[in-house]
């Protein structure tokens, strides 16, 4: 068995069921094209030095993305396979990265400093939806109650990061904009955006595209 999915299945052990098989197809290295490398060079140079082992369960095919930190142990992300075929409006950002790189469902050996702490997914094309992962209606109740008028539309927004306690992260379809919806959170690198009400819509410091994100 490969190194890096006994790891995984030591760190995570809830998310594979002990009655199913779970087949390692092969090991790779990562290939993608010259837009992508243009487009999301940290991430090709952070994924070109991963071990990669391809796996299948449950009819389902991830990829083990896996590095060793400075105390000799395997880290690193369960990542769905990448998509051919995208039939969601997302900003053509987040297309050419899905048909590179699938997104990420879990980790493994995870460091404290990384803004993936905490998410149960990110980037995923499954996981990807329009809107602000259910809290539209409140995000309007808050607003009229504070006199605020609504300029923002979720319906221009596409969720593409979301925390265990529900906050979220969208970015705008055609601008690819980044904002937060933060419900629950005690983020010192986030900023409310333009006098909404606190625990809705904040901009990520320093931080203005879905690119710039990744």
């Known amino acids: 068995m490969n190194n890096d999915l006994a790891d995984f299945l030591t760190d995570i052990s809830w ?25 999301f060079p940290s991430l090709t140079k952070l994924l070109k030095k991963a071990r990669i082992t391809k796996i299948k369960y449950k009819g389902q095919n991830y990829e083990l993305y896996g590095w060793t930190n400075l105390a000799s142990q395997s880290f690193g992300w369960l990542c769905l396979e990448t998509k051919i075929k995208v039939d969601k409006p997302l900003h053509p950002d987040h297309i050419l990265l899905l048909k590179n790189f699938g997104g990420i ?5 995870e460091p404290e400093d990384t803004w993936l702490m905490n998410l149960n997914n990110a980037l995923t094309y ?47 379809i055609q601008s690819s904009e980044v904002h937060m919806y933060a419900s629950d959170h005690f983020f010192d690198f986030i900023t409310p955006y333009d006098n909404y009400p606190e625990y809705t819509l904040y901009k990520i410091n320093n931080l203005n595209t879905f690119r710039e994100w990744v």
């Open 15 to 39: 998310f594979f069921s002990d009655n199913e098989k779970i087949e390692v197809i092969e090991e790779k290295s990562f290939i993608c094209s010259k837009e992508f490398e243009d487009k």
């Open 126 to 172: 499954e996981d990807a939806q329009i809107g602000f992962n259910g809290f539209e209606d409140l995000f309007n109740e808050m607003c009229q109650e504070e006199g605020v008028e609504v300029k923002i539309k979720p319906d221009d927004y596409i969720s593409f990061a979301f925390e265990a306690n529900g906050n979220v992260t969208m970015y705008h």
């Open 105 to 109: 469902t879990e980790r493994w050996n």
